[in-house]
């Protein structure tokens, strides 16, 4: 891997990551593109998802540092027997939020990681993902008119966005996206919902992070590709925190139409390249 395909890796991945466009299918296109044997790049694919946890905590730090504290005080509260006290603290209850969407996500991430992979195998369900993504985010377009915040937030939205998040480890279809989708649906307020999706992405990187370390390791790393890997890293770091404040304000301004066209345009390209490769 040179470092021009490790810095247009980069880009993509913080790019698609958090814009709803789908990172893991642009990867899968690029890697096949390019001729990347990904069994060679495991270490790299897992340092670019935490190139773009970089960029979720410098945006949101001052959230994640209340989290934090938060959970510090609940942890005193439970142990002094005054209960969580979930409607008297947003910041707590942002955070039990944020653990009950992360269930349902792992459950199904762990339950079917076979046939995740398997879906990865053929460009055909990457296109068909891609094609899905765009109606979610026309669906999504047409809700969110709601100021419902934190505190009108509930147990049953936080599953429900949780599950569609855990869907969409599906080749094609965009996790941002989808779990903007979410939200919407539950008629959560823009800014808010904006929020959440990218919060409740840092369990579910590190996770999938977590998760695939294990075989990076051991399909190790050349020390000739050192040099590619810190500039994909540095790369996808500085393209996620562009692609988080470029989303901030498309949701808010209604504009994810945009984006529909793009991966329809993409996933029809895919669909029809794979019938003919």
């Given at each position: 891997?040179?470092?021009l395909e490790?810095?247009?890796?980069?880009?993509?991945?913080?790019?698609?990551e958090?814009?709803?466009?789908?990172?893991?299918?642009?990867?899968?296109?690029?890697q096949?593109?390019?001729?990347?044997?990904?069994?060679?790049?495991?270490?790299?694919?897992?340092?670019?998802?935490?190139?773009?946890?970089?960029?979720?905590?410098?945006?949101?730090w001052?959230?994640?540092?209340?989290?934090?504290?938060?959970?510090?005080?609940?942890?005193?509260?439970?142990?002094?027997?005054?209960?969580?006290r979930?409607?008297?603290?947003?910041?707590?209850?942002?955070?039990?939020m944020i653990?009950?969407?992360?269930?349902?996500?792992?459950?199904?991430?762990i339950?079917?990681?076979?046939?995740?992979?398997?879906?990865?195998?053929?460009?055909l369900?990457?296109?068909?993902?891609?094609?899905?993504?765009?109606?979610?985010?026309?669906?999504?377009?047409?809700?969110?008119?709601?100021?419902?915040?934190?505190?009108?937030?509930?147990?049953?939205?936080?599953?429900?966005?949780?599950?569609v998040q855990?869907?969409?480890?599906?080749?094609g279809?965009?996790?941002?996206?989808?779990?903007l989708f979410?939200?919407?649906?539950?008629?959560?307020d823009?800014?808010?919902?904006?929020?959440?999706?990218?919060?409740?992405?840092?369990?579910?990187?590190?996770g999938?992070?977590?998760?695939?370390?294990p075989?990076?390791?051991?399909?190790?790393?050349?020390?000739?590709?050192?040099?590619?890997?810190?500039?994909?890293?540095?790369?996808?770091?500085?393209?996620?925190?562009?692609?988080?404040?470029?989303?901030i304000?498309?949701v808010?301004?209604?504009?994810?139409?945009?984006?529909?066209?793009?991966v329809?345009?993409?996933?029809?390209?895919?669909?029809?390249?794979?019938?003919?490769?």
């Amino acid at each position: 891997m040179t470092y021009l395909e490790a810095a247009i890796l980069g880009l993509v991945q913080g790019l698609a990551e958090f814009l709803p466009i789908s990172s893991s299918g642009h990867l899968a296109l690029l890697q096949q593109w390019f001729g990347i044997d990904e069994n060679k790049v495991l270490l790299f694919a897992v340092l670019l998802h935490v190139g773009t946890l970089v960029s979720v905590f410098i945006v949101y730090w001052k959230d994640i540092w209340e989290l934090i504290v938060e959970l510090c005080l609940t942890i005193k509260d439970l142990c002094t027997g005054k209960g969580l006290r979930l409607e008297e603290r947003p910041v707590r209850k942002l955070g039990v939020m944020i653990i009950v969407a992360t269930i349902p996500t792992a459950i199904i991430g762990i339950l079917f990681s076979d046939l995740f992979d398997k879906l990865y195998t053929s460009v055909l369900p990457i296109g068909i993902g891609l094609v899905i993504t765009g109606f979610l985010l026309v669906m999504a377009e047409r809700t969110g008119t709601s100021n419902r915040g934190i505190e009108k937030m509930n147990f049953r939205n936080a599953l429900f966005i949780g599950t569609v998040q855990g869907i969409a480890i599906c080749p094609g279809i965009s996790r941002s996206g989808s779990t903007l989708f979410g939200s919407l649906i539950c008629n959560l307020d823009r800014k808010f919902a904006v929020k959440f999706v990218f919060l409740i992405s840092i369990p579910s990187i590190l996770g999938s992070a977590i998760m695939e370390t294990p075989d990076a390791i051991a399909a190790g790393m050349e020390m000739s590709q050192l040099g590619p890997i810190i500039v994909g890293m540095a790369v996808a770091a500085v393209s996620g925190l562009i692609a988080i404040k470029t989303m901030i304000k498309i949701v808010s301004d209604k504009k994810l139409s945009y984006f529909s066209y793009y991966v329809w345009a993409l996933g029809a390209a895919v669909i029809i390249y794979s019938f003919f490769a």
